[in-house]
């Protein structure tokens, strides 16, 4: 496309403009920016400040309680075993200190005793005894009236808890120190806890374990009172990356937290698991990073908390911060736009009359020139100089040509212009399902058909290709007959186990109602192997040749999956992982366990059946079948022929139950030597 001179100077004015609006722009957003993540810093250390305060204060708060308690065991001012009076001190410990959830005592005879905090409006005491109805659990229930405490009722209840069985007791029993412990399963709670615990010693005899636990759900309330800027929240993630606290205001010892709720809790658990799985978060200080999830960017600090490996995650939307400088860049841009469009518009005029008539003017006199038509060109004035000089050049040129214009060459310059794009080889470890398909008995096929294989195997790769791409797989490869598809790359899918599986099953169905047949007139089948796992995907090859493809243990696994078929008469096998991943998305029998070619540890294999949301009719055959594989794994090989020619009979036919039940007769005729293991080998190359 031509431009002509007063456009492209045109252009080239108003891009100019737009570059140094630009360039000052973006230096002042970026200025704008930068102090906004500054401030956002700023309110992640004043966050993780004051919730180190609050777990300070707490873990404190525990730790003089069990100081108090045990003050009053070591002094004789009371015995650990005065109910009465043990349990008047430790509800008024648990009434004193609000962020204390329990205070509980074990003997080393198994008994034992605990107040537990019930939110803000009362406490019950727990007591395990021999002398209590054979060790049953009384629990008594108090509430909170002004400036004391009321008995509200008492029951009783069956319980197996032994404090001598549990981490708490048996830890700090041997011990003469006291220190924190993570425990869990307190009588009537599934909560974990964190507990300031040691032993108790009177008169230099051991007494028992005092422990003082907190829950985070008082943590979580606190950080409701919190706000890391308008939109923000705070988190506490334990050593591992968990999310333990989330702010909730109703959460207490009655009510737990709301986890899992609202983006800002996925974006702290993803930080808790991929930013501290980052070798820099080993080291000591605030983590800072920008996480970006579905195209939002949040500013998120991990902060130490110096207590069991916890850190405070503060996340902050970075729109939190940016919204009024976006809406300061949405005014400029208009700004900008009124600003290139006049200033082109001026440019457009003054380029027009100085520069782009002039030159249309010589540009026809060229024209005229190239025609040898010279005998009425003549000078153009002008008010630039080197158009004045062009002008005045083409007269001359005119004149000159005046009586050669029969011998005026006319030449005509052409380029061409190539780009190459560099590809380089790599890739990266992701976590994928793969599917391997091959045609049974194609290699008898393609000695009879010779060149007509192709006719034959056109529709089974059309099919093949249209049930793997409809379920958002990526095909790999055709190998022969065979296919090689795989999920999870090059766009990620959470889903992928579930979506291979889909796809198994649909080929298979695409390929029955195809209709394709072998010379034979007999419908084409085919087997399929399904396995999942982590892989390295990418650009694999060399600098002269590249395919974007997937290897690893997974795909070998899976490609002998798929020749496993033969020997059970099956049409499509899952590994376990992928059986694991699907879960009760899919309708499954387990197989048999297999040791495959190339590797050494044994695999548990399922046959698929079907997609859960799919399923038609009964598969009580399965069940059969899999009482079958259990009385053949353990030596009882009777009762497997049975089982599995009851499963064949069920389902009206059923190669693997036959398969099984031969093996099942052949051991029974012939007993197997001692150690001998239901594992089936299928270590060849197949």
Sequence with gaps: MRLSVGIAVSILVAVSIGVSTFIVHSLWWTTARDNSRMLAAEINGQIANTVRIEVGVTLRSAEAAWAAVRTIFVQNVIATRQADKREFVFLSQLQAQPNISWMFFGWPDGNFFASHRLGDGGLEMIEIDKGIRDRMLRKDRYIFIPGDIQFEERTFAETSYDPREHAWFENFMGLSSAGWIETRDLPDSKKTVYAFAGPIDVNRTRQGVLAVAIETDRLSRFLATLAPGEFGAAFILNADGKVIAVPDAEADEITPARMGEGKLYEVAMISGERLLADPQANAQGTLTKRVVIDGVPYAVALTPLGFYGWRVATVIPEAAFLSSIDEALINLIYVLIGVVIVATGLAIWLIRSIVA????????????????????????PSRLSELANLSAATASMAAGLSAFRKYVPTDLVRMLVAEGIKIQPGGE????????????????????????????????????SAAITQNGGTIDKFIGDAVMAFWGAPRKDANHAENACRAALDLVAAVGASGIEDEAGNPLRVRIGVNSGEALVGNIGSEQRLNYTAIGDVVNVASRLEGANKDYGTLILVGPETRRQAADAIVVRELDTLTVFGRVEELVVYELIAMADGRVGSFAWIEAYERGLTHYRTGRFEEAVAAFAAADQARNGDPASVAMMARAQDLLDRPPNEGWRAVTSTNKNQ
Excluded: Y
């Design 357 to 380: 008539n002039p030159l249309a003017r010589i540009a026809e006199d060229l024209g005229k020139i190239e025609r040898f038509d010279v005998e009425r060109i003549e000078r153009r």
């Design 429 to 464: 470890m992701k976590q994928i399902s793969v599917l391997f398909c091959d045609v049974a008995g194609f290699t008898g096929l393609s000695e009879k058909l010779g060149p007509n294989i192709v006719q034959l195997m056109e529709p089974f790769f059309s099919a093949a």
